[in-house]
C-alpha cells in the first residue's frame, strides 16, 4: 500500500491517547495530594494501594501515547515517505512489546518496588513454556520479523503461491502482521497465508527484482509448416504488441520451438509485461493469443488440433501456399489500401507484385530516400524509425500482415517518410509504379479510390482532427484526395513516358 494513503481515524486515536495519559496524570498527582493528606491526618498508609494503582495507569497510558505518537510520526511518517510504502504491522506489534515489557518492568521495580530480577526470570521461564505450547505461532511471528529484516518480500508485492498451500495462488501483499500475511487475489478476495509457510514453502515474488517479468504461452502449429515460417509469423505477432498497454517496449519477446507433439510442433512463445501495472497476466496472455490468432489468420494458418488420420494416397501439402497467385489477391484484399478494387483489379496488381524474404535487422529503405515502390507485409513485424533528439532513431510504431508502407512515395513521388527495419524475419511484396500506373490508366476510378485511400489514412493520423467535427473532416479528406490525385496523375504521365 503505498505511503501516501491515509489512514482514518488514526489523529483521533492519538488524540484520545493523549488525553488518556493527560488525564491519568492529573488524577495521580490529586491522588498524591490526597494520599499525603490522609497520612497527616490519621499517621495511616492504607491509601499506598490507590496510589500505586493510579501511577500504574499512568505509565501504561504514557507508553501508549508514546507508542501512537512512534507511529504517527516515525512509522506512518518519516519511514513511510523515505521508503514509499507502509511499514508492515508486525514492526509496529514488536515496537509495542517492547515498550510495554520495559514500562511493566519500570512499574514493578519503582512504583510497586519489587525485585526486577525476579520478574524477568518470571517473564523468561513463562516465555519458555508459552514457547514450547505454541511453536507454531512463535515460528509465524519470527518468520514474518526475518521477512521484514530481508525485505525480501514486502507491501504491494504480487506473490505466486504453490498450489499445495492455496487453491488462488497469486495476490498482492496487503499487510505483513504477527501471525500471518494478507494477500489480496485477483478475484478481490482475502488470502490469509501463515508466516511460518513463507520460510518453509518456494515463494516466488512477481515484483521483484524489477518490475518487468517475463511470461509464456503455448501455441501448436501443423507439423508441414516449416518452422522457420511458424516462428517469422508469431515472432511477428509478439513485436507488435511491443509498447502497448502493459508490455514491457525494451524487452525483446521470443519464440522456441519446444518439442513436436500429437497436435503439431509446440511453440513457446516468451513475452514481457508489467503485472498488474495495468495488465493482469491473464489478459496479457488473452491479448498475446488473439494477436497471433490474428497474424495466423493473415497467412491463411490457424492452429492444429489434436487428431488421426488414415492416409490412402499421397495428399497435397495442408499448409496453403504463400507465395501461389490466389494468395497474392486474398493479401491484397485485406489491405486498406486496395480493399476497394475488385478481384480483377486486384489480379493485376498481384501479377506484378515481387515477394521478398528479408532477415532480422534488414533495413527496406532510409528516411529521405527516393522510390517508386509500395509494399505490404504478409508475415513478420517492421519497424517504423525516425530521427530523435537524444539517439539515432526512435521507433514510433511496429506494422504487422496486411499493413502496408511506401505508398506516398509510389503515389506522390514524395521521399520517405520514415526508415523501415525488419524487427523479424519478413516476407514482403513489392509492389512497382509501372503496374498501379497501367491500372490506373486503364481504368480511372482506381486512382480516385487509392487517393481517397491514403488521404483517409494520412487524415485519421492527425490527432489534431480527434476533436473536430466529421463534416469538416470530410472536407478536408476530399481536398487532400484531389491534391493526391492529381499529384498521381503527374508523377505516372511523366513515368509513363
Not at 395 to 412: H, K, N, Q, V, Y
Request: with cysteine; hydrophobic share 45%; charged share 25%.
Amino acid at each position: 500500500m503505498p505511503a501516501t494513503e491515509p489512514k482514518t481515524g488514526f489523529p483521533i486515536r492519538l488524540g484520545l491517547s493523549a488525553v488518556a495519559f493527560a488525564a491519568s496524570l492529573g488524577l495521580n498527582a490529586i491522588s498524591g495530594i490526597l494520599a499525603a493528606l490522609w497520612r497527616s491526618a490519621t499517621g495511616q498508609e492504607d491509601t499506598f494501594w490507590l496510589v500505586a494503582l493510579l501511577q500504574t495507569v499512568a505509565c501504561f497510558a504514557g507508553t501508549n501515547f508514546f507508542l501512537h505518537l512512534v507511529e504517527y510520526l516515525f512509522w506512518d511518517g518519516l519511514i513511510a515517505r523515505s521508503t514509499g510504502y507502509r511499514v508492515p504491522g508486525i514492526l509496529k506489534t514488536l515496537t509495542a512489546l517492547v515498550a510495554y515489557l520495559l514500562a511493566a518492568t519500570f512499574v514493578v521495580g519503582v512504583v510497586l518496588e519489587q525485585s526486577v530480577t525476579g520478574f524477568l526470570t518470571a517473564i523468561g521461564a513463562g516465555s519458555v513454556v508459552l514457547g514450547l505450547a505454541v511453536r507454531g505461532i512463535f515460528e509465524d511471528l519470527f518468520t514474518g520479523l526475518a521477512v521484514n529484516i530481508d525485505r525480501n518480500v514486502q507491501i504491494g508485492d504480487w506473490l505466486a503461491l504453490p498450489d499445495k498451500v492455496a487453491r488462488t495462488t497469486v495476490g498482492r501483499v496487503v499487510e505483513i502482521g504477527w501471525r500471518c500475511t494478507q494477500l489480496e487475489t485477483e478475484e478481490g478476495t482475502m488470502l490469509i497465508i501463515p508466516n511460518g509457510l513463507l520460510g518453509r514453502e518456494v515463494i516466488t515474488n512477481l515484483t521483484r527484482p524489477s518490475a518487468a517479468t517475463r511470461y509464456e504461452c503455448v501455441v501448436h502449429l501443423d507439423g508441414d509448416l516449416p518452422s522457420d515460417r511458424g516462428r517469422r509469423i508469431t515472432l511477428g505477432a509478439l513485436r507488435s504488441l511491443l509498447g502497448t498497454k502493459g508490455f514491457v517496449p525494451d524487452r525483446e519477446p521470443a519464440v522456441i520451438v519446444r518439442e513436436a507433439t500429437d497436435r503439431g510442433i509446440e511453440y513457446v512463445l516468451r513475452y514481457w509485461i508489467l503485472p498488474w501495472n495495468p495488465l493482469s497476466p491473464s489478459s496479457a496472455r488473452d491479448a498475446v493469443m488473439s494477436r497471433v490468432l490474428l497474424h495466423l489468420a493473415s497467412a491463411g494458418l490457424a492452429p492444429s488440433i489434436s487428431r488421426e488420420e488414415v492416409l490412402l494416397s499421397r495428399t497435397s501439402d495442408r499448409v496453403r501456399d504463400e507465395d501461389a497467385a490466389a494468395e497474392r489477391v486474398r493479401l491484397l484484399k485485406r489491405v486498406a489500401l486496395f480493399s476497394e478494387l475488385d478481384d480483377d483489379d486486384c489480379s493485376q496488381l498481384a501479377e506484378k507484385m515481387e515477394r521478398l524474404v528479408l532477415p532480422p535487422n534488414e533495413t527496406v529503405f532510409l528516411r529521405g530516400d527516393s522510390g517508386d515502390t509500395l509494399y505490404v507485409i504478409a508475415e513478420g513485424s517492421l519497424d517504423v524509425l525516425v530521427p530523435s533528439g537524444d539517439r539515432d532513431t526512435h521507433r514510433i510504431a511496429t506494422l504487422g500482415p496486411g499493413d502496408f508502407f511506401g505508398e506516398m512515395s509510389l503515389l506522390t513521388g514524395e521521399p520517405r517518410k520514415a526508415t523501415i527495419r525488419t524487427g523479424t524475419s519478413a516476407v514482403l511484396y513489392e509492389l512497382p509504379r509501372e503496374a498501379v500506373a497501367r491500372l490506373s490508366d486503364a481504368r480511372p476510378r482506381v486512382a480516385e479510390t487509392l487517393s481517397r485511400c491514403v488521404a483517409t489514412r494520412m487524415i485519421a493520423l492527425d490527432a489534431a482532427l480527434a476533436v473536430k467535427p466529421e463534416t469538416v473532416k470530410r472536407a478536408q479528406i476530399d481536398s487532400m484526395a484531389t491534391q493526391i490525385a492529381r499529384m498521381m496523375k503527374d508523377v505516372f504521365r511523366a513515368r509513363m513516358a
